[in-house]
T-cell receptor, first 114, second 115 residues
Framework: QKEVEQDPGPLSVPEGAIVSLNCTYSNSAFQYFMWYRQYSRKGPELLMYTYSSGNKEDGRFTAQVDKSSKYISLFIRDSQPSDSATYLCAMSRPLMDSSYKLIFGSGTRLLVRP | DGGITQSPKYLFRKEGQNVTLSCEQNLNHDAMYWYRQDPGQGLRLIYYSQIVNDFQKGDIAEGYSVSREKKESFPLTVTSAQKNPTAFYLC??????????????FGPGTRLLVL
C-alpha cells in the first residue's frame, strides 16, 4: 500500500467550476502538507503549504487538512483554462538527521474546458 | 532572479555511457535534492544533501551518484549501472531554518532519453 494515494484522473471540468482534488495518507508521522502544480514538461510549483488541520485560503485556492481522517483537499474556485495541469499532493515527515522527506502522490491531471 | 536552474533540458544517453545532469541554485538554500519522475508515478527521491561535502541516499540511489562541492551546485551522474534511466529528473532545494525548511522548490527538470 502506498503511503499517499491520489486519483490520477483526468478530471475534466467547465471553466468557472469549483474543482476538488484529494489525497489520502496512511502515515500519522506526516506533519506538513503541500500542493504542487505541474504543467506539462515543467518542474512542480509550490501552491499551498499547511501544517495544522483546518482550512487555508490563498486567492482562488483553499487547502484543507483533516488529520483525524488522514485526508487532504485542494479546492479551486472559478477554475480557468490556465489551471489545466497536474496537481501533486506532498507530505513531509522528519528524518533522523533533522532533514525532512517529502512523499508525493502520483498526481491528478486537471483539464478546464473553455 | 533567484531560482534553480537545470541543464540540459534534454539529454540523450548511449548504452554504457555515464551522463551528468547539472543543478544550480542561487537561493542560498542549504539542502538540495534529486528526484526521478516516471509517467503516472509520483516523484521518487534519488539523493539528497543537507550540507556541502555530505549527501545521503534516497529510495532509488542504485545506478546514480552525486557530489556537493559547493553550496550552490548538486550535480547528478547517471551511470551505466542504471538500466532504466529514461525519466524526467528534477532537482529541488529547501530554505534554511526556520523558514519553511519542510518545503522544497523545484527546478525546470531534465528529460533523459536512451538512444
Amino acid at each position: 500500500q502506498k503511503e499517499v494515494e491520489q486519483d490520477p484522473g483526468p478530471l475534466s471540468v467547465p471553466e468557472g467550476a469549483i474543482v476538488s482534488l484529494n489525497c489520502t495518507y496512511s502515515n500519522s508521522a506526516f506533519q506538513y502538507f503541500m500542493w504542487y502544480r505541474q504543467y506539462s514538461r515543467k518542474g512542480p510549483e509550490l501552491l499551498m503549504y499547511t501544517y495544522s488541520s483546518g482550512n487555508k485560503e490563498d486567492g482562488r485556492f483553499t487547502a484543507q487538512v483533516d488529520k483525524s481522517s488522514k485526508y487532504i483537499s485542494l479546492f479551486i474556485r472559478d477554475s480557468q483554462p490556465s489551471d489545466s495541469a497536474t496537481y501533486l499532493c506532498a507530505m513531509s515527515r522528519p528524518l533522523m538527521d533533522s532533514s525532512y522527506k517529502l512523499i508525493f502522490g502520483s498526481g491528478t491531471r486537471l483539464l478546464v474546458r473553455p | 532572479d533567484g531560482g534553480i536552474t537545470q541543464s540540459p533540458k534534454y539529454l540523450f544517453r548511449k548504452e554504457g555511457q555515464n551522463v551528468t545532469l547539472s543543478c544550480e541554485q542561487n537561493l542560498n538554500h542549504d539542502a538540495m535534492y534529486w528526484y526521478r519522475q516516471d509517467p503516472g508515478q509520483g516523484l521518487r527521491l534519488i539523493y539528497y544533501s543537507q550540507i556541502v561535502n555530505d549527501f545521503q541516499k534516497g529510495d532509488i540511489a542504485e545506478g546514480y551518484s552525486v557530489s556537493r562541492e559547493k553550496k550552490e551546485s548538486f550535480p547528478l551522474t547517471v551511470t551505466s549501472a542504471q538500466k532504466n534511466p529514461t525519466a524526467f529528473y528534477l532537482c529541488a532545494s529547501s530554505p534554511v531554518w526556520p523558514h519553511m525548511r519542510e518545503t522544497q522548490y523545484f527546478g525546470p527538470g531534465t528529460r533523459l532519453l536512451v538512444l
